[in-house]
């Protein structure tokens, strides 16, 4: 099972004087159960790659497949395989319309065609997903809530639609820290549990790091780079400055140290590697 674009293009615009490619030729295969972060400055093409994994962009040339179906055929099993993939846009508060938290979330199932009963469950097995109580919270009206509750409530009509990938544009944005490490943790815990396919969209190269197994990298539209995070971090770094992506700061912070004589692995990826590295460099572990 896997979403594959191939050899995908689309232009904003066309036959305009404001015309542009926002991506080029781009051919990507990501398998249900993957964690992947897609990283690259601003109008690289990321947010448009991913509008073009549910269908909510058509390619100007090539095709997507999500399990093997192409998503913009026509027919039943298109729809379905369209409704396989959730997307939380960047501040997915915007995304809230209804009148109380439990229209909101039961409008993907109930567009499914779910019973009442179905979407009940449906609704109750998101908001406990996201940590929100079914009835202190269901009948309240969503924008009576604070911004991480908001963002909670999106996240749970998108979980709602049990999709089996879930695409993640830039989540944390706007967040306090506390807030932040929340929502991850719920997402980490959702990936766990369902086993579904994960692609999280961050300027963020700590949540990359952090969270995803595999990288890739975008620029003019293009992936310039696709592999393992920890590999990509440590051994693309000219080409990550290329193209205006930097590497999280543990990885900076380890250099220093190991420039100062601190005996420091040459793996170190996130905070805790470098926090566990320095304790066993002054021999506190």
Same mark, same amino acid.
């Given at each position: 099972?896997?979403?594959?674009?191939?050899?995908?293009?689309?232009?904003? $615009?066309?036959?305009? *004087?404001?015309?542009?490619? #926002?991506?080029?030729?781009?051919?990507?295969?990501?398998?249900?159960?993957?964690?992947?972060?897609?990283?690259?400055?601003?109008?690289?093409?990321?947010?448009? $790659?991913?509008?073009?994994?549910?269908?909510?962009?058509?390619?100007?040339?090539?095709?997507?497949?999500?399990?093997?179906?192409?998503?913009?055929?026509?027919?039943?099993?298109?729809?379905?395989?369209?409704?396989?993939?959730?997307?939380?846009?960047?501040?997915?508060?915007?995304?809230?319309? #209804?009148?109380?938290?439990?229209?909101?979330?039961?409008?993907?199932?109930?567009?499914?065609?779910?019973?009442?009963?179905?979407?009940?469950?449906?609704?109750? #097995?998101?908001?406990?997903?996201?940590?929100?109580?079914?009835?202190?919270?269901?009948?309240?009206?969503?924008?009576?809530?604070?911004?991480?509750?908001?963002?909670?409530?999106?996240?749970?009509?998108?979980?709602?639609?049990? *999709?089996?990938?879930?695409?993640?544009?830039?989540?944390? +944005?706007?967040?306090?820290?506390?807030?932040?490490?929340?929502?991850?943790?719920?997402?980490?815990?959702?990936?766990?549990?369902?086993?579904?396919?994960?692609?999280?969209?961050?300027?963020?190269?700590?949540?990359?790091?952090?969270?995803?197994?595999?990288?890739?990298?975008? #620029?003019?539209?293009?992936?310039?780079?696709?592999?393992?995070? +920890?590999?990509?971090?440590?051994?693309?770094?000219?080409?990550?400055?290329?193209?205006?992506?930097?590497?999280?700061?543990?990885?900076?912070?380890?250099?220093?140290?190991?420039?100062?004589?601190?005996?420091?692995?040459?793996?170190?990826?996130?905070?805790?590697?470098?926090?566990?590295?320095?304790?066993? +460099?002054?021999?506190?572990?």
């Amino acid at each position: 099972m896997s979403i594959r674009l191939d050899n995908v293009s689309y232009t904003y $615009m066309k036959k305009t *004087p404001y015309e542009r490619t #926002a991506i080029k030729e781009v051919t990507l295969t990501i398998e249900k159960g993957e964690y992947v972060a897609v990283i690259g400055h601003t109008g690289s093409g990321k947010s448009t $790659m991913m509008q073009h994994l549910n269908g909510l962009l058509n390619p100007d040339q090539g095709k997507v497949f999500v399990d093997d179906v192409d998503i913009n055929g026509k027919g039943t099993e298109a729809k379905k395989s369209r409704n396989r993939v959730g997307m939380v846009f960047q501040y997915p508060e915007h995304q809230i319309f #209804a009148e109380t938290i439990f229209e909101d979330v039961a409008f993907g199932p109930r567009n499914k065609g779910l019973s009442e009963e179905e979407v009940e469950k449906q609704v109750r #097995a998101a908001l406990s997903f996201v940590g929100l109580d079914y009835d202190t919270f269901a009948n309240r009206s969503p924008f009576q809530l604070s911004g991480g509750q908001m963002r909670r409530v999106a996240i749970a009509g998108v979980i709602a639609m049990d *999709p089996d990938y879930l695409i993640l544009d830039e989540p944390s +944005a706007g967040l306090d820290p506390r807030s932040r490490d929340s929502i991850f943790r719920e997402i980490n815990e959702l990936y766990q549990a369902k086993k579904m396919a994960v692609i999280l969209v961050t300027h963020s190269m700590e949540e990359a790091a952090q969270y995803a197994k595999r990288l890739l990298v975008m #620029a003019k539209g293009k992936i310039v780079i696709d592999g393992d995070s +920890a590999e990509v971090f440590q051994n693309h770094r000219e080409a990550l400055k290329e193209v205006g992506v930097d590497v999280p700061q543990a990885i900076k912070l380890a250099d220093i140290l190991r420039e100062r004589g601190l005996d420091i692995s040459n793996d170190v990826l996130k905070t805790e590697d470098l926090v566990r590295q320095i304790k066993l +460099a002054k021999g506190w572990l």
